[in-house]
């Protein structure tokens, strides 16, 4: 049985479209908007420490220059 790249993207799509989707249940986000909101200022926190501790040399320059 012979097959073009057409056929066989047109056979698999929808494999890969049901195994790409995520069920809402399974999804981690809170129901309440304020608590999703403390959440994301944990998650910026934790990210700016992580940051904090890593060493930037002070010959270190941004890929670009502001310019008013």
Do not use: H
């Amino acid at each position: 049985m012979k097959l073009t790249r057409r056929q066989l993207v047109a056979a698999l799509a929808p494999a890969a479209a049901l195994a790409q989707t995520v069920a809402p249940s399974q999804t981690a986000t809170p129901a309440n908007p304020a608590d999703e909101l403390k959440a994301a200022q944990a998650r910026l926190k934790a990210n700016s420490e992580a940051l904090a501790k890593l060493p930037v040399p002070m010959e270190t320059e941004p890929a670009f220059q502001f310019k008013a």
